[in-house]
């Protein structure tokens, strides 16, 4: 099983990025998935998660109005919009997923919003 993000870049503060992540698992549609960061410096957080049945959970404060996570199970992709991006939003972005017990991350992409 393969998580492959995509869609990170610089962009200007005030923008927007629409993240990625493509799961290579005939399960994908039972799977709940995450998206984390990681700041330079700074431990990896949770930035949301949704449910297999698209609820979506745990968005963190900092993000809460600006990133919309979805997904689309025929494509077996989850995305992770991002609007009205600050500086503090730099990072990099992990999709991740639990499959039986095994924890699985993607390679990551960076996000970096600087003028």
């Known amino acids: 099983v393969q998580l492959v993000e995509s869609g990170g870049g610089l962009v200007q503060p005030g923008g927007s990025l629409r993240l990625s992540c493509v799961v290579s698992?005939?399960?994908?549609?039972?799977?709940?998935m995450s998206w984390y960061r990681q700041a330079p410096g700074k431990e990896r957080e949770l930035v949301v998660t949704i449910t297999s049945a698209g609820g979506s959970t745990n968005y963190v404060d900092s993000v809460k109005g600006r990133f919309t996570i979805s997904r689309d199970n025929a494509k077996n992709t989850v995305y992770l919009q991002m609007n009205s991006l600050k500086p503090e939003d730099t990072a990099v972005y992990y999709c991740?997923?639990?499959?039986?017990?095994?924890?699985?991350w993607g390679q990551g992409t960076q996000v970096t919003i600087s003028s």
């Open positions: 991740y997923t639990n499959l039986g017990g095994y924890p699985l």
């Open positions: 698992a005939f399960t994908f549609s039972s799977l709940t």
